[in-house]
């Protein structure tokens, strides 16, 4: 059965950080693209960042680059979304998804998500 669990979500301080870890069982992603979504209340669910799991090339949405990075471990089949410079705008909460090939339009498989609150 195919699985991806967040987890590092929480509540912090604007100007704070947090790391959100995606672990992924079940199959083997080498040949999927990895990716981060996030859902505030009354917004549609938008792409945060995403990781191609062969090449390691990333894509970030204008909205977190040069705050966020994200970044894959091959021996702990881990995708983790480091996060810094929080903003109260980024509370939302986070998905883990992979998407078969380079992109992320047509998703497989959905995490559970994680809530990242931050308080201004």
């Known amino acids: 059965q195919v699985q991806l669990a967040e987890s590092g979500g929480g509540l912090v301080q604007a100007g704070g950080s947090l790391r959100l870890s995606c672990a992924a069982s079940?199959?083997?992603?080498?040949?999927?693209?990895m990716a981060w979504f996030r859902q505030a209340p009354g917004k549609e669910r938008e792409v945060v960042a995403a990781?191609?799991?062969?090449?390691?090339?990333?894509y970030y949405a204008d909205s977190v680059k040069g705050r966020f990075t994200i970044s894959r471990d091959n021996a702990k089949n881990t995708v983790n979304l480091q996060m810094n410079s929080l903003k109260p705008e980024d509370t939302a909460v986070y998905y883990c998804?992979?998407?078969?090939?380079?992109?992320?339009?047509?998703?497989?498989?959905w995490g559970q998500g994680t809530q990242v609150t931050v308080s201004s």
């Open positions: 079940g199959r083997t992603f080498s040949t999927y693209t």
């Open positions: 990781i191609k799991w062969s090449s390691g090339s990333t």
């Open positions: 998804a992979a998407a078969p090939g380079s992109s992320w339009y047509q998703i497989d498989y």
